[in-house]
T-cell receptor
Framework: QQQVKQSPQSLIVQKGGISIINCAYE??????FPWYQQFPGKGPALLIA?????SEKKEGRFTISFNKSAKQFSLHIMDSQPGDSATYFC??????????????FGGGTRVLVKP | KAGVTQTPRYLIKTRGQQVTLSCSPI?????VSWYQQTPGQGLQFLFE???????NKGNFPGRFSGRQFSNSRSEMNVSTLELGDSALYLC????????????FGPGTRLTVL
């Protein structure tokens, strides 16, 4: 199976708060897990990505936590800012060769950061 | 470096017509993937081209086709348009199609009336 499930569908957070988005996958052949941020009228932009050989990756205010045994990964946005208001997508990709460069996306989470 | 460019940005067609969308990848990138984005189905993979060859294809009917040229530019074509084909069509490029990041263009918004 190639499904990636993302939750919640939307969330509202106060400025300075923490936004947490969760994703779960089924296919153990996935070996690359990126997160994309999309603003209205724009294409998705890569935010941060992780491979299953590490359990956590941090870039600035954005952190990915990865649990290989549970087949789950999550995005934490620390000190959320109004400019972070966007739709966030998790994705997964299989090992190149088996599935080329195909990304399987979660359903998206609309984040609203209130000032 | 210029990003991924897609033309046109907006398109209105009627049912039964066909449409061609164009994507110019980042200079030096050889892999181009296409995705369809709709509110109901989210982001779905259409196909990927690498070195002018289709390497992978998603679960879309044969009305959806594509090609890649020697300069890595890609086009996708949708024939016999249906109302359900209304969507944002996104193109993404990556350097070699290996373990690379994919960079998305702004998309082409297709509306089918």
């Amino acid at each position: 199976q190639q499904q990636v499930k993302q939750s919640p569908q939307s969330l509202i957070v106060q400025k300075g708060g923490i936004s947490i988005i969760n994703c779960a996958y089924e296919n153990t052949a996935f070996d690359y897990f990126p997160w994309y941020q999309q603003f209205p009228g724009k294409g998705p932009a890569l935010l941060i990505a992780i491979r299953p050989d590490v359990s956590e990756k941090k870039e600035g205010r954005f952190t990915i936590s990865f649990n290989k045994s549970a087949k789950q990964f999550s995005l934490h946005i620390m000190d959320s800012q109004p400019g972070d208001s966007a739709t966030y997508f998790c994705a997964a990709r299989g090992a190149v060769g088996a599935a080329g460069n195909k990304l399987t996306f979660g359903g998206g989470t609309r984040v609203l950061v209130k000032p | 470096k210029a990003g991924v460019t897609q033309t046109p940005r907006y398109l209105i067609k009627t049912r039964g017509q066909q449409v061609t969308l164009s994507c110019s990848p980042i200079s030096g990138h050889r892999s181009v993937s296409w995705y369809q984005q709709t509110p109901g189905q989210g982001l779905q993979f259409l196909f990927e081209y690498f070195s002018e060859t289709q390497r992978n294809k998603g679960n879309f009917p044969g009305r959806f086709s594509g090609r890649q040229f020697s300069n890595s530019r890609s086009e996708m074509n949708v024939s016999t348009l249906e109302l359900g084909d209304s969507a944002l069509y996104l193109c993404a490029s990556s350097p070699s199609g290996g373990r690379d990041e994919q960079f998305f263009g702004p998309g082409t918004r297709l509306t089918v009336l």
